[in-house]
């Protein structure tokens, strides 16, 4: 059964698009020379400061029976907003608005998507959409530089690449179709998420052996909750059964198996996930079967971390892919696709993690599939196959549904690269 959508780990940005935060506070050019706002002070410059915290929903805003003179005053909840903004940019938290602050304030306003993006050497752009467009290039592969936000000559050469790489006229702006590509990648804009970096990093380091990978597997629910229940058939029996295939499989082929918890417990999400970082896992696969009031409803879903429109884990995404596409491939469950999710042990792990969701309790065929234990060792080995696609990137692998446990261990005792 899948958890509930949560929503306080879907980050609301808001824009802050159109508010002027150029004119008032000094000279045209928002140089040095600009005087400090700090509490008490009051004026125009004092209004855009507040307007731009409130567009970060940094700060309540103003009812409408405030006069102008109230929202033109640097009051204490303006510099407690003020503080909060300083701090989660790393700025010096003093509650002062400076040239530093400003500047922040000022690129605050551009999400990537909201203005085309190019060089332009007399005004060099700088914004929270430069950044993560340097962060989405970096991902790729492209070197941009450091991530520093401002568009300079590095990153327009990274994005000619890009361009270049993509069929594209690498004319080194970043429009609609250059972002139309970005996002057909399938990994979205992830504004600094160097977590999500490392795993990719982590991934190209590990070499294609399973030999050695330490796995944590999660068999969900357990103890005194079973999940999905029809009879004496339960959700918690039967992933606890494909776990242990599983967990069989990975240790001869010399991988490090361990089950988040025994089959008496039943811990939450944030305990798995802490039990996986504590065990500093390479993977996490959680096991589910889903449940439906409707008896029609049956397939297959995977998941990886991802909040659909931010941050997603380019390497559960990939590891969820090759999961769902080999377990379709050896079964004939019905195709409910891979998807990003927040949930907590998804997002709380510091590693790739996949849960997937084999099936429907609660759907005649599903069920009488997941009964049989033949189908439970063709589940396992696929999930093991797809663990092995994850580590050989790509290379020397064998058709979707061809490749056997066998093949692996041959290939785990055989060739010193493992591949
Ligand atoms: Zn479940």
Redesign the pocket.
Known sequence: ??PTQSTSAVRHRCRLRGIGLTAAVTGQDGSNRMQLLSRGDTGPAVAEVRAALEGLGLLEPADAAHSVFDTALFDSALEDAVRAFQQNRGLITDGVVGPATYRALRDARWSLGDRMLCLQMTNMMTGDDVFALQERLLELGYDSGRADGAFGRQTEQALRSFQRDYGMAPDGICGPRTLRHLGYLGRKVTGGRPGLLREQERLHRAGPRLSGKRIVIDP??GGAHP??AIGDVT?AGL?SDIARRLEGRMSAAGMEALLSHGPQDCPSDAERAAFANSAGADVVLSL???ANPSPAANGLAAFHFGTGTGATSTVGEALAGYIHRELLARTRMTDCGVHPRPWELLRLTRMPAVRV?IGYLTNAADRAALLDPAFRDVVAEGILVAVKRLYLLGQNDKPTGTFTFSDILQREEGSPIGA
């Open positions: 059964m899948k969900g629910h999940g999905g959700e992933v589910h079967v889903d969701e």
